[in-house]
């Protein structure tokens, strides 16, 4: 069973880090919109991954309790090691993937904050943050 949630969690990560690619593909030609649309997907996939984590936690925890004096290399098995080094490597795969997206994020956003800015200007009120200036575009008189 172990082997199985093992397996399941692999397809959840892999499935993670396409959506994740298609989201810089996205970012990339402005489709905000698909991007949006997959976040559902996204956080299906994220809570799944969790429980089958969970799931691999419960299962490697058990075999332990039932073999307290043994090493857990013997107790996991070759199988079980290498599916798990296979996860860890997945894993890496989705942070480095996660953090290409998010530079792409954070440039964006700053971009459409310099936007908003320039339409509606703001000025720096110390530590409280930021007050909105009166902008002429859309300054109304009586």
């Known amino acids: 069973m172990l082997e199985h949630y093992i397996d399941k969690a692999i397809e959840e990560i892999n499935n993670l880090i396409k959506l994740t690619e298609a989201d810089i593909e996205d970012i990339k030609q402005a489709k905000h919109q698909s991007m949006f649309d997959r976040i559902k997907t996204k956080e299906h996939a994220i809570v799944s991954f969790e429980n089958y984590k969970s799931l691999i936690d419960d299962s490697i925890r058990a075999l332990i309790e039932k073999n307290p004096n043994k090493q857990i290399d ?11 080094e296979i996860m860890r490597k997945q894993l890496e795969k989705l942070h480095e993937t996660n953090k290409y997206y998010a530079r792409f994020v954070v440039t964006v956003g700053e971009f459409y904050n310099s936007l908003y800015e320039e339409m509606i200007p703001v000025e720096k009120d110390g530590y409280t943050g930021k007050s909105t200036k009166t902008a002429s575009l859309i300054e109304v008189r009586a």
């Open 74 to 84: 013997s107790v996991l098995g070759p199988v079980i090691q290498e599916k798990l």
